[in-house]
């Protein structure tokens, strides 16, 4: 079965009793490690117990076509479930998935990762159709995910923030959970117990070289500047900016023009939009937003969104993340261009 990105937290709190196989993979590593980990959690009351857990790998296992099956066999001498944790796993290995699943074991549950499968990949369409499996996506965290994230650490720390310095934040980070999730704690310590962040606090904790390669691609491709926006992007992939983070920060710019163009249309001028905008917009962003609301019309602004949500799907799909992300922001250029 397939576990939609909805109903994932759902899934690792309470997992199916019939579970024998789940496969976390994607693109955002952290997240593959952070949900494989919560429901090895649930799964067995400790990881660190050498009789209940075994940790393989995908080398392993291809490597070795009964080890996977003999594990996967053998039975806690205390008794309950046998977890089998298997990490970095590809597509070599579905047969082996596949032979297990036709004759499963008993009080056993194998929990894989991998960075190397995508939806296409045999390992996940079998798992898709198979209801002793379950495939996980971990893509980005989206805003929403950010701010429940950031909101979840905070309060462990009676910490309380500025709205400004929350959308900063949810705009930033993303790429990667377990980025996202040590940049939080880090402005949590800076912080304090019982402390208050504001913008000025999350922008210098906070603030780098990665968010401002990411900012000043976005800008020079709404721009149309293809010169600009190409070196920016080379730059950009040669000091390993995440294209991810690149893809997802221009889908929240351009859905930002898309809903104040909309309030346009209903009669508010940009500066009365761009005022009226919750979550607000910063003061820096200003001057930028207001020239791209007079270059850019709803239809191309859907247009751009339609081909950005396109190369993210792509890279979910096995196409590079750069390779996708350099097409659609050339394309976004030329959309400019085109009169």
């Not at 992007?233 to 390993?240: C, K, P, Q, T, Y």
Request: hydrophobic share 40%; charged share 15%.
């Amino acid at each position: 079965m397939k576990i939609t990105a909805q109903n994932i937290e759902n899934f690792i709190k309470a997992p199916p009793q019939n579970l024998l196989v789940a496969l976390f993979y994607g693109q955002d590593q952290g997240l593959i490690n952070e949900n494989a980990l919560a429901l090895a959690q649930q799964l067995v009351p400790d990881l660190n117990d050498p009789f209940s857990v075994n940790t393989l790998s995908g080398e392993q296992i291809t490597a070795d076509p009964a080890l996977l099956f003999d594990s996967a066999s053998t039975l806690p001498p205390m008794g309950g479930k046998r977890l089998i944790r298997i990490n970095n796993i590809t597509d070599t290995a579905t047969k082996h998935i596949e032979t297990l699943l036709t004759n499963p074991p008993t009080d056993c549950v194998i929990v894989m990762t991998s960075q190397s499968v995508n939806t296409r990949a045999k390992l996940v369409k079998l798992l898709d159709t198979n209801p002793q499996a379950a495939s996980i996506g971990c893509y980005a965290d989206t805003p929403q995910q950010l701010t429940k994230l950031a909101n979840e650490i905070f309060s462990q720390h009676h910490i309380t923030t500025d709205q400004d310095a929350l959308n900063w934040i949810t705009a930033n980070l993303g790429a990667d959970r377990l980025i996202s999730r040590s940049e939080l704690e880090k402005l949590a310590i800076m912080a304090g117990t019982n402390g208050h962040i504001d913008l000025n606090t999350a922008m210098t904790a906070l603030g780098d070289s990665t968010q401002i390669a990411t900012t000043q691609i976005i800008i020079a491709a709404a721009n149309g500047n293809t010169h600009e926006m190409s070196q920016q992007l080379n730059r950009a992939i040669a000091d390993a900016t995440p294209p991810e983070a690149i893809l997802r920060g221009a889908i929240n710019y351009f859905l930002k023009l898309f809903k104040l163009l909309a309030m346009m249309q209903q009669g508010a001028n940009a500066t009365t939009a761009i005022n009226q905008f919750k979550p607000p917009i910063f003061f820096q962003e200003k001057p930028t937003i207001t020239k791209h609301l007079n270059q850019w019309t709803p239809t191309k602004t859907n247009k751009a969104l339609q081909r950005l949500n396109k190369a993210e799907a792509e890279t979910r799909k096995g196409i590079p993340a750069n390779t996708a992300t350099a097409q659609a922001m050339l394309a976004i250029c030329l959309m400019v261009k085109k009169r």
